[in-house]
């Protein structure tokens, strides 16, 4: 089993930042990816971003892209997201999650493919 669990959110004005993280404990595998997705009420639950066990491929939505930068510390068994430029339609449940991929793996946008999430963590942006 692998617990993961989310910190970071809270209430935050439109045009500022907010940074997340996620704390992996239990039998957690450097070769997990490492992801995030949000869900609002009466939604399902999108993609927000994703990387990979080095490092050197990180996926993002593209309604994030360019300003949200996912990143993990192996060492320290967690994964962060650094969100930039938030706007108010970033409201929601900012869920943590991983599933374990020696290599590349095309799903990685499908919450399917995902075997392990976080309790979520509320994240409101205000206009």
């Known amino acids: 089993q692998v617990q993961l669990v989310e910190s970071g959110g809270g209430l935050v004005q439109a045009g500022g930042p907010l940074r997340l993280s996620c704390l992996a404990s239990?039998?957690?595998?450097?070769?997990?990816?490492m992801g995030w997705f949000r869900q609002t009420p009466g939604k399902e639950r999108e993609f927000v971003a994703t990387?990979?066990?080095?490092?050197?491929?990180?996926y993002y939505a593209d309604s994030v892209k360019g300003r949200f930068t996912i990143s993990r510390d192996n060492a320290k068994k967690s994964e962060y997201l650094q969100m930039n430029k938030l706007k108010p339609e970033d409201t929601a449940v900012y869920y943590c999650?991983?599933?374990?991929?020696?290599?590349?793996?095309?799903?990685?946008?499908?919450?399917?493919?995902?075997?392990?999430w976080g309790q979520g963590t509320q994240v409101t942006v205000s206009s």
């Open positions: 239990g039998r957690t595998s450097i070769t997990f990816y």
């Open positions: 999650a991983v599933f374990n991929s020696r290599g590349y793996d095309s799903n990685y946008y499908r919450q399917e493919s995902y075997d392990y």
């Open positions: 990387i990979n066990w080095n490092s050197r491929n990180p």
